[in-house]
């Protein structure tokens, strides 16, 4: 079951529209350009998480875009709508979608998606993931040069994104770590890297440097927040692949899937902490109600 509410000035808390059904048009510059952003967030017993991060994140690549969207109270209605009007689950996933909308029209097409989770996120959670390191082609000083590439903005060509999984698909892999073209660590295609040390007792979670080029994270963010409650120390990049192969644990992490721990880099097994995964997704899962 698919449930579609496309934010429209004229009803307060969207259009419920029939996701069997055709509903954009052809012309949309979403469609025709991938001229948009999206935001994906998990609703969990009907209760959206992080959803101002998320309303945060979609204001900022809406800015890097310039693009005019909706304001926050009418996506927060739209989500409200879409969750009632699904079918009561424990897990839902909630996108929020606007385009540049239909050629000519100079309105955005906005819309909130509700549907159930595919298998894969809890597959990734259990089992775990290989790993491939791919080069992105661009130093890690490319977002602030070269603003016009959208590295910090959540848009919907993903077309790259999508491309750099099925190479790993190909490859023998499950997913995708990008790297600079000067060694650093980014991110993955719709993941925040995060790794974790214990030395001497002191336990610390550090993330690549958002600097370079990548999304900031809402997952890793609230991970961080209830993170620093429970005594971990906290550290952000340069990162270089080394200091993944020599962590404690590393995973993939996002509002979706969560924390997926990698098990091998490049072929390389690194360790696997379940006690970790299973503390961190406690402490995520604190950060996100928040
Ligand atoms: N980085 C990229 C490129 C992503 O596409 C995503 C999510 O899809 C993330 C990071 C993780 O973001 P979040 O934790 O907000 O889901």
């Known amino acids: 079951m698919t449930v ?3 934010l429209d000035p004229a009803l307060e808390n969207g259009r419920i529209a029939d996701a069997t059904k055709p509903q954009l048009m052809a012309t949309d510059l979403g469609a025709t350009r991938g001229d948009g952003i999206f935001e994906s967030l998990l609703a969990v017993d009907g209760v959206p998480r992080k959803v101002q991060a998320h309303l945060d994140r979609l204001a900022s690549s ?3 875009m310039d693009l005019d969207i909706p304001p926050s109270d009418a996506w927060e209605r739209a989500i409200a709508t879409a969750v009632a009007e699904h079918a009561p689950a424990e897990e839902l996933v909630l996108k929020l979608l606007v385009t540049r909308g239909v050629e000519g029209a100079e309105r955005p097409t906005a819309w909130v998606q509700a549907s159930l989770p595919g298998s894969l996120g809890r597959d990734q959670r259990q089992e775990g993931l290989d790993v491939l390191l791919l080069d992105r082609g661009y130093d890690s000083n490319i977002a602030e040069r070269a603003p016009w590439l959208l590295l910090g903005a959540k848009t919907l060509s ?3 994104n999508m491309a750099a ?3 790993a698909k190909a ?3 499950d997913d995708v770590i990008f790297t600079s073209t000067d060694g650093l660590v980014l991110e993955g295609p719709t993941s925040t890297v995060l790794m974790a040390t214990v030395r001497d007792g ?3 979670l550090t993330t690549p440097l958002l600097e370079n080029g990548i999304l900031p994270g809402t997952s890793q963010g609230a991970l961080f927040n209830a993170a620093a409650d429970a ?3 906290l550290g952000y ?3 270089e692949p080394h200091h993944l192969l020599a962590a404690d644990a590393v995973w993939l992490v996002s509002s979706i899937r969560l924390l997926a721990p990698v098990k091998s880099i490049d072929g390389r097994a690194i360790p696997v902490s379940h006690e970790m995964t299973e503390e961190l997704t406690a402490l995520l899962a604190k950060g996100s109600r928040e």
């Open 171 to 173: 490859n023998g892999a």
């Open 4 to 6: 579609l509410v496309f």
């Open 158 to 160: 993903y077309a790259v």
């Open 231 to 233: 005594g971990w120390q």
């Open 202 to 204: 002191v336990r610390t």
């Open 237 to 239: 990049g340069p990162l």
């Open 62 to 64: 809406a800015r890097i």
């Open 165 to 167: 999984l099925r190479y």
